[in-house]
Each structure stands twice: as C-alpha cells, then as structure tokens.
C-alpha cells in the first residue's frame, strides 16, 4: 500500500533540486567576468520509482515516481574545441612573437627612408661625384670625409641596435623558459588537488577552469599533447581525472607534467632540456620563434645573426674594396692613397665577422683622400670618379675588377653588385616581414574562430542565466505548492474523517 506521506518527499526533493539549480544559476552569474571560468549546470536525475520490483510488491497498476535529486554539478566544456584551440594558440604564439621581431628589424634597418643606410651611401657617392668635377677643393673633401664618417656610423649604429634587440630577445627567451616551468608546477599542484577530490565522488569544476586556463596559456609558448590520468576510487563517470603534459616537436618528446609533478626544463642554444628547434619548429608557439629570432651567431642562423652577419659582409666588402680604389691614387700632398676605412685590417684575410660595428674612417685630413690618379695633377679627380662608380662593380665568384684593371678576390659577396646586394637584403626582410604578418593575420582570424565556438558553449550568457532563473524560480513554486495540495488533503484526512455521529 503506497504512503500517505509519500507526495511530501517526492515535493521536497523537488525543492531541493531546484533549489541547488537556482544557487548553481547564481554561481554561474556571479562568475559572467572570471577569466576561464565554465557554466556550470545541475544534471538532474529522477529517484527510483515506488515499488521496487520484488516478490512482496504491492499490487497497484505500476511504479510511481518519487521525484527528483540534484546529481551532479557538471561545467558544460567541449574537449575537441579545446584540442582545436590550444593548437591555433600554438600557432597564433609562434606568428605573433615572429612578425613582432621582424617588425623590430624593420624599425632599426628603417628602409627605404631618408635616414637608413642607402641614403647614407648615396650622399657618400654623389659626395666622390662632386669632388671628381674638383679634385683639390677643399670644401668637397671635407663634405667627402663627413659622409664617409656618416656611412662608417651608420653600421655602427645597425649593429649595435640589432645586437642590443637580440639580447633583449635572449631575455625573452629565458622568461619564457621560466613562465613554463611556473605553468608546470601550477599544473601538477592542481592535478594534486584533484587527486585528492574526485576519488570521493565529487567534481572540482573550478579545479578544472584553472588547469584549462594554465593549459591555454602554456599552448601558446610551446607545442603540448595532454592525456589523462584516472584517479579512482570513487570517481564519478564524467570525472576528468588528472593531465599529464608533454612537449612534443615531432618525433621529440619531453614530459613536462605526470603523476609524481612537475619536470623543471632549461634552455641552452636552440634546445629545451634535449628537444631540438630547428627548422622544423616553425608555427610551434612563441619559444619557438624566440629561438629563431635569437639564432646562432657563429652558424650565422636565425633571424637576427642573419641580418648581422648579412651587414657585416657588406661592411667588410665594401671597405676592402674602396680602400682598394682609393689605394691607387693620389692624395694632395703627391702621397699614394691610404687606408680610407678601417676594420682592423680589411685588406687582410681575417674573418668578416663584426665589422660592421668596428668600421671607421681611418684619415683625419681632408687632404688625405686620394681623389687624384696622378700624382702631379692635384685638382685631378679621376679617382674620385672611381670611387664612386664602386656601387656599380660587378662582383662574381667573389672577385671584382676595379677600374684600374687589377682584380680584388676573396670578397665576402659572391656575386651582384655592392648595392644589390644590400638591396636583397632588405628584399629578404621585407618579403619574410609580410609572410609573417600574413599568416599572423590568418592564425589570428582562426584562433577567434575555434574561440568563438568554445564561447557559444562554455561561456556564461546573462540572459540565458536569467531565463533558466526564472525557469527553476517556478519549478520550486510549484513543488511548494504541491506541498500545500497535500497539507490540504492530508487535513481533510485527519481532521475530517472518522467523525460521523458527532
């Protein structure tokens, strides 16, 4: 025989599940702001139905249902989404961080301006060009030997500032190192903590935003792959367990997070505690293209070592060839041409590397360039003429032919011409600055994309909030007044039965 009281509990627990989705409602509005925060919801479950099925059932026509209970509190999170964003993360970090430096390079090379280098060179050539219409005029040597202190700055101050943006990448670099290994021992601290939850039945969601947010954030400096580890006990089925974190590039592998915590990693060169980034590292979050920006100087790799090593060979050239030229002729005191640069010695064998920030002019006096190629003749400015014309020399294999016949080999510019060479230079940059932005522009529009796609799922909308407030607001009104329906029927029952003949 069904209890009299039986409505009663099937009414209460009907408040009580309602009750818990009207709090859960109020968490998930009171978080609408909280960075990486998930609604959440009550996964409503209906009780077992009266009566069980036995051999000393009651006989009614079938099971009645007893009302509800508050299950679970589940956030409403989609995993693939998740995997889809951490790797457009992965590679909006690495584009990101690329065209940033590039865009540093552009600044400091500042071509085609007024205040570059290839305008310092030009006015250094139409400087030669006025002089060799007036060999022995002393305010175009002086204008001759101020450009030519202009130039030797110019790569002066090239190379320092690419250097000083090099170390500052450098930095960078080792606080990128830093801001992993912090993001792995906060991960393996979480994955402690929900180690000690979940094996007693319950599912610590704000736990799980935090490791979700940490995770976003270190997919953004490196390339990870997580999986997971159960905890059990009595961990419920949609329990998320733990993560276990690694670093994989390729066939590399480095397990930055498991169950016994966190593995502390270093950089040295272009390697993360043994995992190599090389060229294949491209797109593989923003390490990676630190890594690159910084390079090698002595394998002359990467981004910036690169364009310094690039300027030092045009620096280097470019001296050894015009203190050639200028060697042939003829200063106004009837003196054979001296050294004009100098980069400790550029006519000798040594190595290229560095000169464009050791380059100086060598003369002091005006009269001291060698303008003349006749002794005798001091307003002669053939060679003057000559100096000029070195932008146009035609180099191959290394070797070029100077004006006077003889041949100056071992260059450091294999073939083209002085200026062309600098010209493909900043071609090279600007062509790697604009694939840079382009597919930092693309990753961006993709990584907003996979996002807004989390958001439409996991975040928390207001109105939304509110209809559902409003929804569990009247469910709990209904199951109260269904406790007054009975309150009713139960008074009848007791207080107006059993009095006939009163």
Same mark, same amino acid.
């Given at each position: 025989m069904r209890s009299t009281f039986m409505g009663l509990e099937t009414a209460k627990r009907g408040m009580y599940a309602q009750q818990s989705a009207i709090y859960v409602t109020g968490h998930n509005i009171a978080n609408k702001n909280t960075p990486g925060y998930t609604r959440q919801r009550v996964n409503f479950v209906p009780t077992e139905p009266y009566p069980a099925a036995s051999m000393n059932r009651p006989q009614i026509p079938g099971q009645l249902g007893t009302g509800v209970k508050d299950g679970t509190i589940q956030r409403i999170r989609e995993s693939f989404i998740d995997e889809q964003y951490r790797g457009e993360n992965n590679k909006f970090g690495y584009y990101q961080t690329l065209a940033s430096s590039i865009s540093k390079m552009e600044d400091i090379?500042?071509?085609?301006?007024?205040?570059?280098?290839?305008?310092?060179? @030009?006015?250094?050539?139409?400087?030669?060009?006025?002089?060799?219409t007036n060999g022995d005029n002393e305010g175009a040597r002086r204008v001759v030997l101020q450009r030519?202190?202009? +130039?030797?700055e110019t790569f002066k101050y090239l190379h320092t500032s690419l250097t000083t943006v090099r170390n500052d990448i450098k930095k960078e670099l080792d606080a990128s190192v830093t801001e992993i290994?912090?993001?792995?021992?906060?991960?393996?601290?979480?994955?402690?903590?929900? $180690?000690e939850i979940e094996p007693h039945g319950y599912l610590p969601n704000d736990l799980y935003d935090e490791r979700d947010r940490l995770l976003d954030q270190l997919s953004n400096?490196?390339?990870?792959?997580?999986?997971?580890?159960?905890?059990g006990g009595n961990s419920l089925p949609i329990a998320e367990g733990g993560r276990k974190v690694e670093i994989?590039?390729?066939?590399?592998?480095?397990?930055? +997070?498991?169950?016994?915590? @966190?593995?502390?990693?270093?950089?040295?060169?272009?390697?993360? $505690?043994?995992?190599?980034?090389?060229?294949?590292?491209?797109?593989?979050?923003?390490?990676? @293209?630190?890594?690159?920006?910084?390079?090698?100087?002595?394998?002359?790799t990467g981004l910036f070592p690169s364009m310094l090593a690039d300027l030092d060979k045009y620096a280097h050239s470019f001296a050894k060839v015009f203190n050639a030229v200028h060697q042939s002729g003829f200063d106004l005191n009837e003196q054979s041409g001296a050294l004009f640069f100098n980069i400790g010695d550029p006519d000798s064998d040594e190595s290229y590397k560095g000169? @464009?920030?050791?380059?100086? +002019?060598?003369?002091?006096?005006?009269?001291?360039?060698?303008? $003349?190629?006749?002794a005798t003749h001091k307003g002669n400015g053939e060679n003057a003429l000559h100096l000029a014309e070195i932008k146009d020399l035609v180099i191959a294999g290394g070797t070029v032919t100077l004006p006077s016949g003889a041949t100056l080999s071992d260059l450091d510019i294999d073939s083209g011409t002085l200026q062309s060479f600098f010209e493909g230079v900043i071609g090279k940059m600007a062509v790697e600055g604009q694939q840079a932005n382009r597919l930092y522009y693309n990753t961006e529009v993709l990584l907003n994309s996979v996002d807004n796609a989390r958001r439409s799922v996991s975040e928390v909308s207001l109105d939304e909030e509110f209809s559902n407030l409003i929804q569990y607001q009247h469910a709990y009104s209904a199951s109260a007044r269904m406790i007054t329906v009975i309150d009713e029927m139960l008074d009848k029952i007791i207080n107006g039965m059993g009095i006939a003949g009163r």
């Open positions: 090379m500042n071509e085609p301006s007024d205040h570059g280098l290839s305008k310092a060179m @030009a006015q250094f050539w139409q400087s030669l060009q006025d002089l060799s030519g202190i202009a +130039v030797a290994n912090s993001l792995a021992t906060q991960l393996a601290s979480i994955n402690r903590q929900i $180690s400096i490196v390339p990870i792959e997580i999986t997971t580890i159960p905890y994989v590039l390729g066939d590399q592998r480095l397990t930055l +997070v498991d169950e016994t915590g @966190a593995q502390e990693v270093e950089i040295e060169g272009n390697q993360l $505690s043994g995992i190599t980034f090389d060229e294949g590292a491209e797109g593989k979050g923003r390490l990676a @293209a630190l890594i690159y920006a910084y390079g090698d100087l002595e394998a002359e000169a @464009a920030g050791m380059i100086k +002019v060598a003369i002091t006096n005006p009269s001291e360039i060698a303008a $003349s190629l006749k």
